[in-house]
């Protein structure tokens, strides 16, 4: 999984991108002529701890995330000239955007526009993105009316149908309506996943606030959520500067300082676990050659779909899945047990790989 960090400049989304990675990237004066800060993370899963008890493995592999702090070209930026084309090649191949937005007030970070107004930045930022996909919009448009001249009568019918298509994610984005907000069908769907539009993109709004806000955070999360949140966007506040600043001790002593602080969650255990229900993703375990492994699927993922996650051959010469829920292990407390209890059950290839299941591949190639 990957997450781009997008912001206004001023916003911390490199501040915010520091706490979620544990990193130490440069937080002012960070040029759009840079490449991006890349950050991979080990996703915290308390599963993982009670597999190790239980089988012992020489090895744990947790899933992973990478987050790609991503900067904003400030000449033209939120002025509808678009993002710029780098910016735009590392948008386009994430899976999802993280939208640091400036809640916090500093006096000696002065914001761009000369005031803080979260819901002015917000309107920017989907103002530039949407401009983005109408641009994509415009020329695909332009190449089928090219295409639709020498096309044959067979053709002719998929042109128009994508045109139709086209004109009316169009017609939603000049109305505000980003294409992840618009009821398309699933075959719709399933055209655009060429275009890689970027308001098609799961969207999380993390609110950056100061620390004298974070009793106020729930609130603040009301509030943008009664406008923003929707299906595929989410919202949630954290404080970055103090999360950056836990992310540098050792997680005992941050776990103290965030009780004092009344902060019951790491914000990289929210962001992650917010991250995963966007994109509608689950993990299951595999235990073999003395190791325990997560892995990250999509919900609805078949055993034969997953088995190709590990290894295309798994997937190809499938022959069948012997599953346990890790619930079960955790009650049978071995391997072993759980066979003598029947609960270690064989799937095919169409099993529906379900959150938590520790899955052994049978295959033969």
Same mark, same amino acid.
């Given at each position: 999984?990957?997450?781009? #960090? ?47 008890? #239980? ?14 702090? #991503?900067?904003?070209? &400030? ?15 590392? !948008?386009?191949?994430?899976? *999802? ?13 002065? $914001? ?12 920017? =930022?989907?103002?530039? /993105? ?5 641009? #994509? ?5 332009? +190449? ?13 019918? *998929? ?12 017609? &939603? ?26 308001? *098609?993109?799961?969207?999380?709004? !993390?609110?950056?606030? &100061? ?32 999360? =950056? ?15 004092? !602080? ?10 992650? +676990? ?24 999509? $919900? ?5 779909? &997953?088995?190709?996650?590990? $290894?295309?051959? =798994? ?19 071995? /391997?072993?047990?759980? +066979? ?11 099993? =529906? ?13």
């Amino acid at each position: 999984m990957e997450i781009g #960090i997008i912001g206004l400049p001023k916003s911390g989304k490199t501040t915010v991108f520091n706490a979620l990675t544990r990193g130490k990237a440069q937080t002012d004066a960070y040029s759009s002529a840079l490449a991006p800060n890349i950050g991979v993370v080990k996703v915290p899963d308390p599963r993982l701890e009670t597999l190790t008890k #239980i089988l012992k493995p020489k090895r744990v592999v947790p899933a992973e995330v990478t987050y790609i702090d #991503i900067a904003a070209p &400030a000449k033209g930026f939120g002025k509808s000239e678009g993002p710029g084309g780098q910016f735009l090649a590392y !948008l386009s191949k994430v899976d *999802a955007l993280a939208h640091v937005v400036r809640v916090f007030e500093d006096e000696r970070l002065l $914001h761009p526009e000369g005031s803080v107004n979260p819901g002015r930045d917000v309107g920017t =930022m989907n103002m530039e /993105l949407a401009f983005s996909d109408l641009a #994509i919009i415009e020329r695909r448009m332009e +190449r089928l009316h090219v295409s639709l001249k020498g096309a044959k009568p067979q053709e002719r019918e *998929a042109i128009s149908r994508e045109q139709t298509m086209l004109d009316k994610i169009k017609s &939603a984005l000049e109305a505000d309506i980003p294409v992840r907000g618009q009821n398309l069908s699933e075959n719709e769907s399933k055209l655009l996943d060429n275009f890689q539009f970027l308001t *098609a993109k799961p969207m999380l709004l !993390l609110l950056n606030i &100061a620390e004298k806000q974070i009793p106020e955070a729930s609130s603040l999360e009301d509030k943008f959520g009664s406008t923003y949140r929707r299906p595929n966007c989410e919202v949630a506040a954290l404080c970055g500067k103090l999360e =950056m600043e836990l992310a540098q001790l050792d997680d005992a002593e941050a776990q103290v300082f965030r009780l004092e !602080l009344g902060v019951t969650q790491s914000g990289l255990d929210r962001v992650i +676990r917010l991250s995963y229900s966007l994109l509608g993703l689950i993990s299951f375990f595999t235990t073999a050659s003395d190791e325990v492994k997560a892995w990250t699927i999509r $919900h609805n993922t078949t055993a034969q779909r &997953a088995a190709g996650k590990i $290894h295309t051959d =798994m997937e190809r010469g499938f022959i069948r899945a012997e599953v346990i829920s890790h619930g079960d292990l955790v009650k049978c407390g071995s /391997l072993a047990e759980a +066979r003598k209890h029947g609960l270690l059950h064989l799937e095919g290839k169409n099993y =529906m790989v379900q959150d938590g299941d520790v899955v052994t591949i049978l295959f033969n190639v």
